[in-house]
Structure formats: C-alpha cells, structure tokens
C-alpha cells in the first residue's frame, strides 16, 4: 500500500500542472527561435546556392544557452583524476566502471585496461577491455600498480546497472578494490558523501567520510578533494558532495 501511495505522488509531481507548464512555455519559446532564424536564413541565402530544405531540417533546441551545460562531477572528478594518474606515471593502469570519456583519454597517454560489467560496444586501439564485475575483479591479490573506479562504488548492488540486489554491495566493492592492489599501490576513488550514510533505491548510496575511513582501512588517504555543486575544493563542507580520495596501500 505505501509503495503505491508513492506511485501516485511520483508520477502527480511528474505531470504537475506547473511542471507541465514549464516545459510547454519552454519548447514554445524555442521552437519560436528556431522558425525565427530559419526566415532570417532564408533571406541571407536568397541569391545563393545555400538555401536550407525543408526535408534538411535538423531542430538542435536549447542548445543557443547562454553558457555551456556542464555536468560538474564528472568534469571536475575526471580532470582530477586524469592529473593524478598522468603524474604518477604508472606503466599500467586498470580503470573499474568509470566513465568511458574519461577512460578513453587516458588510453592515449598510458596503457589501460577498463572492467565494466557491460560490454564496452566500441573498439578503440589503445583501451583493452576486459568484462568484469566490481565484486569479483579478474585480477590476482595484490597485482595491480594503479586503479581507478569513479562513482561507482555507491550504485553496486541497487540493479541499476543490471547488478544483483546486495545492501551490502558498497562495502564488497571496496574491499575487492583494495584486494587487488599492490603493496605501494595506488587506488583513486570518488563517491557521494553526507552527513549521515543514506540509500536512495535504485540509483545511488551516501557515505559519511568517517564511514569511508572504515572502509578503506588500512590504506592511507594521500589527498582528499570535494565537489560541492559547481566548486572543486580542498576542505570538506557539510551535506552532500562528492569526495575524491587518492589513497596508497600502505601495507608491506
């Protein structure tokens, strides 16, 4: 009973009047523009060869924004971590279900293998891809130099991705993560952090960082980076962020 009475106010926020509403003076004034510099077109090309056809019509709307949309996790955590990962200068490294953007860029500046549960449906020269679940990494303990998983970690064992259901799958991850990498090795981790551990079904978890600190024992933190909102900063704020960790194993 609960579930449903969620439903229905689920899809009553979805198709609310004023929600409705928005997005119809929003197309409206698009589409405005477009037929507005489709007739301005025309008339510039009117003694040319460069006339637009109809049948040529390609509508790009609410791309004329007045700033670039950006997504600032995945800009700020990827540039981050392309840095951290370009400086150390590993003659490997292994990439866990992070973006492919990001994972592709690297390939051409290192060699680097990326696990994903799905199949990765494009080749590229440079990137060698390998199949592969978080919660059971086709590597040997204590073999890799370098690993990256951005964003990852919080979405296991939710069915996202296809994943099986496990409230446990966080901390599994991050221990199968940790279980890989070498003595001296380095693993780059990002993942959403809060004031309190919460879950939010099927999409992703919160951590808090002192929950993080648990897990990941007993590798050490080399440098702690936060993203709240559109700013990348150095100091953990309060509420929800992202936390970028580069951590070490330090265990001989």
């Not at 077109?41 to 040529?56: F, M, R, T, V």
């Not at 890989?180 to 993942?191: D, E």
């Not at 551990?197 to 951590?207: D, G, Y």
């Not at 700013?231 to 953990?236: E, G, M, S, V, Y």
Request: charged share 25%.
């Amino acid at each position: 009973m609960k579930e449903t009475l969620w439903m229905l106010r689920y899809w009553r926020r979805q198709f609310a009047p004023q929600r409705l509403l928005g997005r119809w003076c929003r197309d409206i004034a698009a589409w405005r523009r477009f037929w507005g510099a489709y007739y301005r077109y025309q008339q510039l090309a009117s003694n040319s060869d460069k006339q637009p056809l109809l049948e040529h019509l390609y509508p790009c709307l609410g791309d004329d924004s007045l700033e670039t949309p950006i997504e600032p996790i995945y800009f700020y955590q990827d540039t981050w971590a392309f840095e951290k990962i370009f400086n150390q200068k590993p003659n490997q490294h292994i990439d866990v279900g992070s973006h492919h953007k990001f994972v592709a860029f690297l390939s051409k500046v290192m060699p680097v293998i990326m696990v994903d549960i799905r199949p990765l449906p494009l080749p590229l020269d440079t990137l060698t891809f390998k199949q592969g679940s978080i919660l059971d990494l086709p590597f040997a303990d204590g073999s890799i130099e370098s690993l990256s998983s951005l964003c990852v970690v919080e979405h296991i064992g939710l069915g996202r991705y296809g994943d099986l259901l496990d409230p446990n799958g966080t901390e599994k991850a991050i221990s199968e993560l940790k279980r890989v990498i070498k003595p001296n090795g380095h693993l780059y981790l990002s993942l959403p952090i809060d004031d309190e551990n919460r879950t939010f079904f099927n999409a992703h978890r919160t951590l808090t960082e002192e929950y993080i600190e648990k897990l990941i024992f007993p590798f050490s933190f080399l440098e702690k980076t936060y993203i709240y909102g559109k700013q990348l900063c150095l100091r953990k704020k309060v509420g929800f962020g992202i936390g970028l960790y580069h951590l070490k194993n330090t265990v001989s």
